[in-house]
């Protein structure tokens, strides 16, 4: 059963900007913290940036230049990446914070790449 829906990933150069999205069900949505994640092959799956009310939080390697921001209005969560380098390049995923396991969504592709 999936809660979470992520989209926006795609193709962009080095130096350049995307934002990704995340939709949710309401009831999840209005009472959670949550966080954007991501996972490359062969590597864990890591939190990259996470939010709760009005407090944010940021993995060391994203810090400054991503930023996370909720719209309870419309039930989503978005991702502005900004200076993206080819490191970003991972299947970006959103959850709770922590995450549920069976709140996993398939994910958006980010490809960092000239």
């Known amino acids: ?57 940021y993995a060391d390697s994203v810090k400054g230049r991503f930023t996370i921001s909720r719209d309870n209005a419309k039930n989503t969560m978005y991702l502005q990446m900004n200076s993206v380098k080819p490191e970003d390049t991972a299947v970006y995923y959103c959850n709770n914070k922590p995450a549920i396991r069976s709140y996993w969504g398939q994910g958006t592709q980010v490809t960092v790449s000239s």
């Open 1 to 57: 059963q999936v809660q979470f829906v992520e989209s926006g990933g795609g193709l962009v150069q080095p130096g350049g900007s995307l934002r990704l999205s995340c939709a949710t069900s309401r009831s999840i949505f209005s009472i959670s913290a949550l966080g954007w994640y991501r996972q490359t092959p062969g590597k864990q799956r890591e939190l990259v940036a996470g939010i709760s009310g009005g407090s944010t939080m």
